[in-house]
Nanobody, 113 residues
Framework: QVQLVESGGDVVQPGEALRLSCDSSVSILTFDRVEWYRQTPGKRRELVATIRPDESPKTAGRFTISRDSAKATVYLDMTDIQPEDTAVYYC???????????WGQGTQVTVSP
C-alpha cells in the first residue's frame, strides 16, 4: 500500500521561506515522477513542480523541487512566499508505464501579513 505524507505547512509572513516534505512509504524509484500541486477553495488543483526519481533539483521561479531517494522523500522549497501562495499543497506520485497515481492528504500553507 502506497502512502504519501506531506508535512511542513505553516503560517508564514510574506517574504519568508518554507520547505515542504513528501514522505513515501515506498521507494520513490517506484514512481515515474512525483509532483507537487496546490489548491485553494473553489479552484482546481494546480501543478507546481515535477521531478523524476533520477533528476537533479529543479527550480522554477520561487519554487525548487528536489528529492532524497535514500529517505524516500521529495521536497518543495518555497522562497519569498507571497499571499497568493496560500493553499493546501499536495504530493502526487505516478507509477511507471501509466500506472496508478497516489495522492497525499495535503499540508496547509497560509501567508499572513
Amino acid at each position: 500500500q502506497v502512502q504519501l505524507v506531506e508535512s511542513g505547512g505553516d503560517v508564514v509572513q510574506p517574504g519568508e521561506a518554507l520547505r515542504l516534505s513528501c514522505d513515501s512509504s515506498v521507494s520513490i524509484l517506484t514512481f515515474d515522477r512525483v509532483e507537487w500541486y496546490r489548491q485553494t477553495p473553489g479552484k482546481r488543483r494546480e501543478l507546481v513542480a515535477t521531478i523524476r526519481p533520477d533528476e537533479s533539483p529543479k527550480t522554477a521561479g520561487r519554487f525548487t523541487i528536489s528529492r532524497d531517494s535514500a529517505k524516500a522523500t521529495v521536497y518543495l522549497d518555497m522562497t519569498d512566499i507571497q499571499p497568493e501562495d496560500t493553499a493546501v499543497y499536495y504530493c502526487y506520485a505516478v507509477g511507471h508505464y501509466g500506472g496508478a497515481g497516489y495522492w497525499g492528504q495535503g499540508t496547509q500553507v497560509t501567508v499572513s501579513p
